[in-house]
């Protein structure tokens, strides 16, 4: 089982990153990630170096998110709607809403376990069953849940927890589990912890014999070698598939260790992996952007990244992770009983829809000025 033990809280930010810098800090730094990665996904460092030398910086015409910026703004959507109270029932209804039940985008529903858990919800079968298919051990759920972080900025263990009820409908076993070590490791970043605490607080929430804490483990012994004995230490040889959570998460926490939190170098480490190189450079864009705070990402870098394209999810056309990021941390207004919303509107809808907008029965968003706790 996990690790109960515990460290000292953590302070609330002070200085110069606050709670907003370090929100906006995760979410950008994922979308940057995932768009600096998208070009290198399911290659070998060979291949890389053959084809760019190393990785500095965008190597696509038009850098943009994929599927794992839209999913993670579908969300924080989710999340800003209903916070704490979030049940897999609303994430099941969202799923249905916003991307079963509507036509798909050119890249039909993103990943492997996203197709699954899709063609599952559509025969009628119901969360948790919906997560029952051949990729649910996949990085889809990882991918999406730095968001969990954020609204639970320092409390690992909540923000553990709303990523397993948000990879209920679509993973099950080590997908869950890679999904809740990232979470816990933003929300540990969020409040100012040290690398090392970041990823303690990843490994207090997964059991400790999970193939996903033995891949952390392997990571953080070989991260202070750099990335190739990171990447040796993780990787799989011979297995054709990318997506394997417990890989995907451990090359991410790897490259983050490697570069003792340094949002630049943790990012271009993660893409010069290769691998699964869009979420592993997301999930380490997002712990080192929560981290060092917004303000760490270079300009140009962060000058690229515009609204979600809608290229996977097309009802997340129009949103950016910064107004997500924005939602997260907002204090509700004196006496309201509901997470603000945002009112952009997806193409083709009549309004923004239930992960668009504010309900009015649920809880309000965290507020940047709440008691912090990290365990580990």
């Not at 190393?54 to 910026?69: F, Q, S, W």
């Not at 969202?94 to 050119?106: F, L, T, Y």
């Not at 397993?164 to 409040?191: F, L, R």
């Amino acid at each position: 089982m996990a690790s109960t033990a515990c460290i000292p809280p953590v302070p609330a930010p002070q200085g110069a990153v606050g709670l907003r810098d370090r929100a906006r800090g995760a979410l950008l730094g994922l979308a940057v990630g995932d768009a600096l990665g998208a070009p290198a996904e399911n290659m070998k460092p060979s291949e890389i170096r053959a084809r760019w030398g190393r990785i500095t910086g965008y190597v696509a015409d038009r850098p943009a998110g994929t599927d794992d910026t839209e999913y993670a703004i579908f969300s924080g959507l989710l999340l800003a709607r209903h916070g704490a109270a979030l049940t897999q029932a609303h994430v099941e209804t969202a799923w249905h809403e916003w991307i079963a039940d509507r036509e798909e985008g050119p890249f039909r529903g993103a990943g492997f376990s996203e197709r699954g858990t899709l063609e599952n919800l559509r025969r009628g079968l119901a969360a948790p069953i919906s997560a029952q298919h051949r990729h649910a051990w996949s990085d889809g759920l990882a991918m999406r849940a730095a968001p969990h972080g954020v609204f639970a900025a320092g409390r690992p263990a909540e923000a553990a927890r709303l990523a397993a009820v948000d990879g209920s409908v679509s993973h099950e076993g080590e997908g869950i589990y890679g999904g809740q070590a990232v979470a816990a490791g933003v929300a540990a970043a969020m409040a100012g912890a040290s690398t090392v605490a970041v990823v303690a607080s990843a490994l207090a929430v997964v059991p400790d014999d999970s193939w996903t804490a033995r891949c952390l483990r392997r990571a953080m012994t070989a991260a202070h070698r750099g990335e190739r004995a990171v990447r040796s230490a993780v990787v799989i040889g011979g297995y054709p598939w990318t997506d394997l959570a417990p890989e995907a998460v451990a090359l991410a926490f790897g490259a983050y260790a490697a570069a003792d939190g340094d949002f630049t170098d943790a990012v271009l480490t993660a893409v010069n992996m290769g691998r699964d190189a869009d979420t592993t450079a997301a999930v380490a864009g997002a712990l080192a952007g929560a981290t060092r705070g917004v303000h760490a990402i270079p300009p140009d870098w962060a000058a690229a990244i515009g609204p979600a394209r809608g290229s996977c999810l097309p009802t997340m056309a129009g949103h950016h992770v910064l107004e997500v990021a924005d939602l997260l941390t907002r204090e509700a207004p004196p006496g309201a009983g509901h997470a603000p919303g945002l009112t952009r509107r997806a193409p083709g809808t009549a309004d923004a829809g239930p992960v668009g907008t504010a309900s009015a029965a649920g809880p309000p968003v965290r507020g940047a000025d709440e008691a912090t706790e990290v365990r580990t």
